[in-house]
């Protein structure tokens, strides 16, 4: 499965994601509350995406997804 098949609003949620299990992993987070619902809400999309319902190999396609979506953090950090 190619990078380039992922939606973006699929790829922009993994971003999310991952940006705020970031926050929640830091020293001394502000408003964990806040930031373990928003973590449920973005992971319940993740999982629920209708993109993932005709993928052939779900696990794989979830792993590139999340490269992908690192990959992305990464230049928006730099």
């Known amino acids: 499965m190619d990078a380039t098949d ?8 993994q971003v999310a994601w991952n940006a705020t299990y ?5 020293p001394r987070p502000r408003d964990t509350s806040a930031l373990r619902r928003r973590l ?13 319902q005709p993928a052939p190999s779900v696990q794989a396609a979830r792993y590139e997804l999340r490269q992908l979506a690192r990959a992305r953090g990464a230049v928006r950090a730099a």
């Open 6 to 13: 992922f939606p973006d609003d699929l790829v922009q949620t």
């Open 22 to 26: 970031d926050a929640l992993a830091a």
């Open 40 to 52: 449920l809400l973005l992971s319940v999309r993740l999982r629920w995406h209708p993109y993932w």
